[in-house]
């Protein structure tokens, strides 16, 4: 059995989720939707 969580680390500031999120949907717009990208 495999468990998998996708949430934040608690010590990371507002401000810090923001840019994660903001670089994560840049490199999905650049690489597209369906790219074999691997563990991000």
């Known amino acids: 059995m495999v468990l998998i969580f996708d949430i934040w680390h608690p010590m990371l500031t507002a401000t810090e989720r923001q840019l ?3 670089s994560l949907e840049g490199i999905m717009a650049f690489y597209g939707q369906d ?3 691997g563990e991000l």
């Open 20 to 22: 994660v999120k903001e």
């Open 35 to 37: 790219a074999p990208l």
